[in-house]
């Protein structure tokens, strides 16, 4: 009797047990299951599922429109997993990344991946409490700057690295008129939205205002009296002939302010002008315009933000490119610093230092240099190094652009490409209608990098002052088989254009 009862009871449990089991599975299919296995690779997703459509369609509830979607076009893309120079979506399609300066040794690079989780189970916190990682950091960046640049404050973007950077010259100068190159990009704070022509000339945000200039492309405008804006240093679609003419602009920009007896803040600029279409500025302009913003009381901010960390090759620093010898005053970096981890970091002065220090406010920034970022900033640095991915960076960067110059003889690209330049991965395709002209090919950019990401699932980025230059500044693992594989690719795009002819200008793309 009491066995019987032990039988049906357990028998009640399993079954009771079972059914709760297959209601539970029942509800988990109806959510549409957790946990997904990633077909790329097999590892598990552990977020709720949501087509690529679900996505778009909440975006449009949740997201301003402002926040755009890449490659819009073909519904955008859904990006799932990363590894090395490679991305996948939801499909397990792999795409080959030539625009992602973020993740510099790789995306998902498992030396960074083990420190960031192995710190984030370990503590995190902020830069008032002391701790080994975070000054050691420090202590790395501010080594791979030239004297007297060795003071190190953490921030958590470029953005915020600018601003920080803007607010060091001011106090420094006392002065916050500031000279800005035509086309650049310092971030989105209000702040540095004011120094980024890219953003505040085409922004109803600003009551822009007339400068006493005018350039090729009429007259210039900019957010207020305390910005001065130069024209980009191009040679190659030049305005002048040397970087000494381009630099009689930042002159012009010093007498303006002293004309109402005022002195220069600063220059801000890149090392090489990325969202300008990759522009290496010639020694001369670097030099000449140094030279007179600080005879005018100013001082160098150098945006490091994409070059920085070897991405040209030749040197650690854009700012170190050619032969000019001058080192800026603060140096600002992000992007590759902490390998898709939020961290930046403005290198400065112990003379400016003390300026900023003098006004009597504490800096605090809750999350900037965590220890957590800095762990991901050391095994950045440490991949950086024992993979010679510099170096790496320069061999395969010059065979780009070797391969490049190579096909540009052949018939079918000689008046599509009109010039390749840039250093290491750090390159832009110059694209136009007519090589004798120079003329800016937008649409046929357009049209080259959407049909690498649709045809060869190639991810490629545009920029320059006239939306024609193809951009390759892709994980610095990028290898020898990525770039032939980006140059054949390339070619038979080039040829689909030939083909297609005149109709390509009346096509709408819109990839990026
Ligand atoms: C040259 C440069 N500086 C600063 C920034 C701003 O960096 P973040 O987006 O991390 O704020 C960017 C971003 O694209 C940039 O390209």
Known sequence: MKDDLTSSVTIFVTTAV?????IQRKQRRTQNSYHTQHPSNGSSLSQPWLSKQDVLQLRTKHFLKSVSVSYANTGGLMILKGNGSRLYDERGTSYL????????VGHCNPRVVDAVSRQLAELNTNTRYLHPTVIRLAQRLADKCPDPLQVVVFVNSGSEANDLALRLARAY?????????????????????EVSPY?????????????????????VTTPGPHIWQVPCPDMYRQRHNTGKEYANHVQDGCDYFQRKGESTGAIIMEGGMSVGGVILPSDDFVRDSVTAVRNHGGVYIADEVQTGFGRLGSSFWAFQHGNHGIVPDIVTVGKPFGNGMSLGAVVTTPEIAKAFDSMGVEYFNTFGGNPVAAAAGMAMFDVLEDEKLQEHALQIGGYLKKRFWEIQTERLHQDLIGDIRGSGLFLGIDIVESSTLRTPAAAKTSFICSRLKQQYNILTSIDGLYDNVLVIKPPMVFSKEDADFFVESFSKVALELEELGATVETMEWTPT
């Open 97 to 104: 990344d030539t625009r992602n300066n973020v993740c510099h």
């Open 173 to 193: 100068t006392k002065s916050k008129n500031t000279i800005v190159v035509e086309g650049a990009y310092h971030g989105h704070t209000l702040a540095v939205l």
């Open 18 to 22: 079972c059914v709760v089991a297959l």
């Open 199 to 219: 953003k505040y000339q085409h922004s109803k945000e600003f009551d822009l205002q007339l400068q006493e200039e005018e350039t090729t492309k009429g007259p």
